[in-house]
């Protein structure tokens, strides 16, 4: 029997990039040839690209996870853009897969599509039950079209094409700009910041939201399970359990602890808290895999930070074996990460300039 061609767009990404590790790590398999894609191999909002892409690798499964994807200010500003560019990225991507004969699409939806009044916790049923939040209706209704999309293709054209919904993703080859970066990564980079100035760290909002975070090398191992094994239309939510939700406060004491950092903590009320929660479900997935082990969150979170200083240390002049003295200027470690992502640097470390998808935010 042919082997598997598994195409991954948004390859170059957090989640892309730990797809690729986990396949490389043992998950793969002798039969599967792995393609990951990123923006320069083809513009996705282009049909005509995607279509050549599609020519040229002759996928037989397809992970779809390119988007563009911003924060709470640029999705607000730009809500026409993420709306257009998504539906031509994702109709795109749907299409050329089906034109040729693709056997399986697994495409990446998010719990801030889930409609903004609705009841905890939400589950896969709840999609299009309201409308989502208005800072983000682009990109929300964009991604919902996705499952709209999957269903009419397989009431068409028996197209076997689904979706998974994470929570939110961390773990290495995250954003890790204050004000644009992931919550996380972003509370990395800032007590970094206050370790490097002996300040304190001022964290934004109360630190009473709570949130579901899943690191983006299990959602991987997900994902590929998902491609493997489910085979339902409908999406399934991937998250850990409704019981390992936590705080902000709880999230930064982590990064504290992990980055040993002593200093006092602030919470600025003056700053935004964003949607208070988001509880999702994971009774579905439990249902078909109550024993996978999520790793924990603490364990994660110094692994997290180490592997990005460690990247960073690998592409350092400095020896890697060097200790990481925390005088090294933050936008130095900013631009040794941005190699490490294999990105495009900065021409010099002091004038940094981010690829698109670096641009912003606590990330739908
Ligand atoms: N991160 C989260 O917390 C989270 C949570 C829920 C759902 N998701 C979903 O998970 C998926 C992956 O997210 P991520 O965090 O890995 O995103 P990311 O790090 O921002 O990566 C985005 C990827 O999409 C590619 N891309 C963007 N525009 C493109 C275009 N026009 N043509 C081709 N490729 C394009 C980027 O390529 P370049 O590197 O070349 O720019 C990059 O590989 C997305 O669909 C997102 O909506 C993410």
């Not at 396949?23 to 279509?51: C, H, M, Y």
């Not at 495409?107 to 989502?132: R, V």
């Not at 209706?137 to 499952?147: L, P, T």
Request: hydrophobic share 35%; aromatic share 10%.
């Amino acid at each position: 029997m042919e082997g598997k061609r598994i195409l991954v767009t948004g390859g170059s990404g957090l989640v892309g990039k730990a797809i690729e590790k986990v396949v490389a790590d043992g998950e793969g398999r002798p039969d599967e040839q792995w393609i990951f894609i990123s923006s320069k191999d083809a513009d996705l909002t282009n049909a005509a690209d995607t279509k050549c892409l599609f020519e040229k690798h002759k996928p037989t499964h397809v992970i779809h996870l390119a988007a563009m994807v911003g924060g709470l200010f640029r999705n607000m500003k730009y809500n026409l853009d993420f709306l257009r560019n998504n539906l031509h990225i994702n109709d795109n991507v749907l299409h050329s897969a089906y034109e040729m004969g693709v056997q399986k699409v697994v495409s990446c939806l998010s719990t801030c599509i889930f409609p903004d009044k609705t009841t905890y916790p939400i589950d896969e049923t709840m999609i299009h039950n309201g409308p989502p939040h208005t800072s983000n209706f682009g990109y929300s209704y964009a991604k919902r079209m996705i499952d709209v999309q999957n269903r009419a293709y397989y009431e068409q054209h028996g197209c076997k094409f689904t979706s998974v919904i994470p929570t939110n993703v961390f773990g290495p080859h995250d954003n890790f700009n204050i004000d644009d970066g992931h919550v996380l990564p972003g509370l990395i980079h800032k007590v970094y910041s206050a370790k490097q100035n002996g300040t304190a760290l001022s964290i934004w909002g109360t630190g009473q939201p709570r949130r579901q975070f899943i690191y983006s090398l299990d959602l991987a191992r997900l994902f590929i399970w998902v491609l493997r094994e489910y085979n339902e239309v409908d999406p399934i939510i991937l998250s850990v359990g409704e019981e390992d939700e936590v705080s902000i406060k709880e999230a930064a004491e982590s990064i504290v602890a992990a980055m040993e950092f002593k200093g006092e903590l602030i919470f600025d009320s003056t700053k935004s808290d964003g949607q208070f929660k988001k509880t999702a479900s994971n009774h579905k997935l439990r249902k078909y895999l109550p024993d996978f082990q999520f790793t924990p969150f603490n364990k994660v979170f110094s692994v997290t930070c180490l592997e990005w200083f460690g990247s960073w240390a690998w592409h350092s002049t400095l020896s890697p074996c060097a200790p990481i003295s925390p005088t090294i200027p933050w936008d130095l470690l900013w631009w040794r990460s941005s190699l490490c992502r294999g990105r495009e640097p900065s021409p010099t470390p002091g004038s940094l300039q981010l690829t698109k998808s670096q641009l912003d935010g606590e990330r739908y």
